[in-house]
């Protein structure tokens, strides 16, 4: 197989495995429940596997435009690299995503919407610093 599509691959499946598990254990750790899968689902009339299934695939497709055209734009290590492109798709969650799912523009129709802000913005840069990791190797197999 392709080096550039196992990277992509591998990279959206851990970051967004890492982001998934932060947010199922995100009310042991005083964080309200953020179960995006569950979400979709419901806002598209589907079962609720089908819903976190997409996330994945939504997190797959977030790590190819990472790999392909982000990552060689941003500055510092890998990491960092993709913490800051992590802001991207926090920041269209924030003002497409959630207001189409029916919580507001930045959570304002939850009863918690700054601890939903706050844990949507820890998840997204747990997903964006595991990414920038996991393809820190994938030098080259960016879009020129």
Not at 119 to 139: C, E, F, I, N, P
Request: proline letters at 6%; zero cysteines.
């Amino acid at each position: 197989m392709n080096k550039r599509f196992i990277t992509i691959l591998k990279g959206g499946l851990i970051a967004t495995s890492a982001m998934t598990i932060l947010m199922l254990i995100a009310p042991m750790m005083g964080m309200p429940k953020m179960l995006i899968g569950k979400m979709l689902a419901g806002f598209m009339h589907l079962p609720v596997g089908i819903g976190w299934f997409l996330h994945f695939v939504i997190g797959t497709i977030l790590a190819t435009m990472f790999v392909l055209v982000w990552k060689k734009r941003l500055p510092g290590r890998a990491a960092a690299k993709g913490m800051l492109f992590s802001l991207i798709p926090f920041s269209v969650a924030q003002t497409v995503v959630m207001p189409l799912l029916g919580t507001g523009f930045f959570f304002i129709n939850t009863p918690a919407p700054v601890s939903m802000f706050i844990s949507s913005l820890v998840g997204h840069l747990v997903y964006g610093a595991v990414l920038g990791l996991v393809t820190r190797q994938s030098k080259g197999l960016e879009i020129k």
